[in-house]
């Protein structure tokens, strides 16, 4: 099992450019997290998700969009970047609640 | 609502010895779970320890317990004989049976040769 990957491990974006982070797992795992992380901080949730087809926001989700087409793949979209949105993603998920959430490796993005 | 608090930013222990984290949480539920995930300076978080609120018997995970005392709503991580491998980010997490994970600011942990 590769657990849970993200894809690109690292992104300098200009102010108003878009891209999209990638998430997938192959635990077959229903729930499905994006975090981010400012530097010295904990983690704040931006979306969830509870299955295929279902999301929802988190703490912080201005800024971003999600999907969820398939149990695998979790993308996360950031549309018009600010410096607001430098910061490190995590992509977590979890066969069920109150279970151990597995994090990827996350995605650094810096934008400038 | 629910609060998880890490009152040590920072920490640091000398090699082989034992150190203890500190975490108390705030929720008004009688059931849910408490963990504790370490990130390495690699960035990747992974799962210590994890602990069920009805269980009465602290979680152990071989150098790593947990000390939680329910009542007090504390739930202290002990590393005993730490290692340089130990050095990492340190966060407290509640869940209480939905699809949130509160966590908390997090410990840093110096392990020193």
């Known amino acids: 099992n590769a657990g849970v990957t993200q894809t690109p491990k690292f992104r300098i974006l200009k102010i108003g450019q878009s891209m999209t982070l990638q998430c997938t797992q192959d635990?077959?795992?229903?729930?499905m997290y994006w975090y981010r992380q400012d530097p010295g901080m904990g983690l704040k949730l931006i979306y969830y998700?509870?299955?295929?087809?279902?999301?929802d926001k988190g703490e912080v989700p201005n800024g971003y969009n999600v999907s969820r087409s398939t149990t695998e793949d979790f993308p996360l979209r950031l549309e018009l970047a600010a410096p607001s949105q430098t910061s490190v993603y995590f992509c977590?998920?979890?066969?069920?609640?109150?279970?151990?959430?597995?994090f990827g490796p996350g995605t650094r993005l810096l934008v400038l | 609502a629910q609060t998880v608090t890490q009152s040590q930013p920072e920490m640091s222990v000398q090699e082989a010895e034992t150190v203890t984290l500190s975490c108390t949480y705030d929720?008004?539920?009688?059931?849910?779970?408490l963990f504790w995930y370490k990130q390495p300076p690699s960035r990747q978080m992974i799962l210590v320890i994890r602990?069920?609120?009805?269980?009465?018997q602290n979680a152990t995970e071989n150098r790593f317990s947990v000390n939680f005392q329910k009542a007090a709503k504390s739930f202290s991580l002990k590393i005993s004989d730490s290692q340089l491998g130990d050095t990492a980010m340190y966060f407290c997490?509640?869940?209480?049976?939905?699809?949130?994970?509160?966590f908390g600011a997090g410990t840093r942990l110096f392990v020193k040769a």
């Open positions: 977590a998920s979890t066969p069920g609640t109150g279970e151990t959430q597995y």
């Open positions: 635990m077959n795992h229903n729930y």
């Open positions: 998700s509870v299955g295929a087809g279902i999301t």
């Open positions: 929720t008004s539920e009688n059931n849910y779970y």
């Open positions: 602990q069920e609120a009805y269980k009465q």
């Open positions: 997490a509640l869940n209480t049976g939905g699809f949130k994970t509160i």
